[in-house]
């Protein structure tokens, strides 16, 4: 069974033939108000279902090329599928071999969810998994080199390059960030949050302050706590865990209440990389991961054992997306103004490199 206020799936040919695209509730649409808006909508999903509907899982036997970090290539064998929650190998070099990884020599960190599957394929077990707020950490101290980390990281430390055309975004609805609430918003006083989360406290307190609202923020002192405290701003799966258990909150979806505000995509994380080394090699290896997961997306749906079927289908192809764009940089821009509007600052542009 879907979560309550899961939304019906919607027909990726709908999105330009009636100028719509889902929100919060079940089958309720959210305009788009322009056909430009209509155009940079269907730009964006067209990439994700071509590569959910019309890329096809390849036969057992077909492999795939990979770079290393020397440009060499080695053989990926597409049939292996790293399991997170299983623990099974990821494809492309065994745990403790003492062949070098595709991201040696560079020290890689990521956050260990569901959405971050298709930028990590291939790479699982080179990677240091933390929580987003540990790996900005390890960044800064300089224990990793690169990370996938909230967006802020970048925005408020001038230290990092920023891979171009890879993130973890929305437009809209993104169903794995939302604040949970007893309260009305405007009667909130105190709001816990993930001790992991950093774009999404930045977030939600940037779109309450828009509303004239500033409650405490605390850190939640343990996820089990979740569903006992009036107030939780939750993300990734243990947003999506909460999401599909019994509660009696409202769901305020950071996604949906962004765009409201906006009409643009929110960037929720991106490779960071730390500026004072040379890391094209880097961004060829990542990038390639990420396409690799893209091209690979029905087979990461229909492998992992998450949830639902038909939902990881539904979040993974529709609600996420994993390009960076125009019209995502334009969000990022706008993130940063009202970041500094509201006393978040100070930010730092961000430097992107192809």
Known sequence: MHPPGWGRAIDPSRVGSVGCRPARGAGTLLPIRS?????????????????????????AGERR???????????????????????????????????PGPLHPFRVGCVRALNTVPLCRGLEADLVFASPAELARRLRSG????????????????????????????????KSVFLAHRQPLQEMKLVYHDAGSLSSVALLRVLLAEQGLEPEFQPLPEMAAAAEVDNVLLIGDAALDFLFAPHEHAIYDLGVAWYELTRLPFVFAVWALRRSLD???????LRE????????????????????????????????????????KRGISRFMELLEKHGLGPVYPPRYVW
């Open 143 to 174: 224990e990793l080199d690169a990370a996938l980390v909230s967006v802020v990281e970048p925005l408020w430390h001038d230290d990092y390059d920023i891979l171009d055309g890879v993130a973890v975004a929305c437009l809209g609805e993104v």
């Open 289 to 328: 991961a990420r396409d690799f997961g893209m091209e690979t997306l029905d087979h990461i749906v229909r492998e992992r054992t998450e949830y639902t079927m038909d939902f990881r289908k539904d979040y993974l192809g529709w609600h996420i997306h994993y390009h960076l764009g125009d019209d995502e």
């Open 35 to 59: 056909r430009r808006d209509r155009s940079r909508a269907n730009s964006r999903r067209a990439f994700l279902w071509e590569s959910a509907e019309q890329k096809r899982w390849p036969g």
């Open 279 to 285: 890391h094209e090699p880097l961004r060829r290896v």
């Open 65 to 99: 090329r990979l770079p290393n970090m020397s440009g060499a290539f080695r053989e990926q064998d597409r049939k292996d599928e790293y399991d997170g929650r299983s623990g099974r190998a990821a494809p492309g070099r065994t745990p403790g071999s003492a062949e």
